[in-house]
């Protein structure tokens, strides 16, 4: 069993910043493929990023490849998304997700989900 907690969402201005955290409680989380997601009011949850188990391979949605960083700390048992040049669109509330041992990137492939954390970018 696999717990999640996201923090750092917030409202920020287009253009701006925002660092998410998620602390993952398992026994060894790095055995854990990491993605988030995120949910738009009234669209279905959709694949931002995931990273790998050791951290050595990262994959992105087109809408945010270039803007937006997914990290890890398997000492921390932490797993990070560094958003920046934010845009209105990136609205959503953010989710982070746990697979165990596969790379995978669609959402009813994870096993584990946090609670979300809320992103609001104001025009």
């Known amino acids: 069993q696999v717990q999640l907690v996201e923090s750092g969402g917030g409202l920020v201005q287009a253009g701006g910043s925002l660092r998410l955290s998620c602390a993952a409680s398992?026994?060894?989380?790095?055995?854990?493929?990491m993605g988030w997601f995120r949910q738009a009011p009234g669209k279905e949850r959709e694949f931002v990023a995931a990273?790998?188990?050791?951290?050595?391979?990262?994959n992105y949605a087109d809408s945010v490849k270039g803007r937006f960083t997914i990290s890890r700390d398997n000492a921390k048992n932490m797993v990070y998304l560094q958003m920046d040049s934010l845009e209105p669109e990136d609205t959503a509330v953010y989710y982070c997700?746990?697979?165990?041992?596969?790379?995978?990137?669609?959402?009813?492939?994870?096993?584990?989900w946090g609670q979300g954390t809320q992103v609001t970018v104001s025009s």
């Open positions: 990273i790998t188990r050791s951290g050595g391979r990262t």
């Open positions: 997700a746990a697979r165990q041992y596969y790379f995978v990137l669609s959402v009813r492939e994870y096993d584990y």
């Open positions: 398992a026994r060894t989380f790095s055995d854990y493929t």
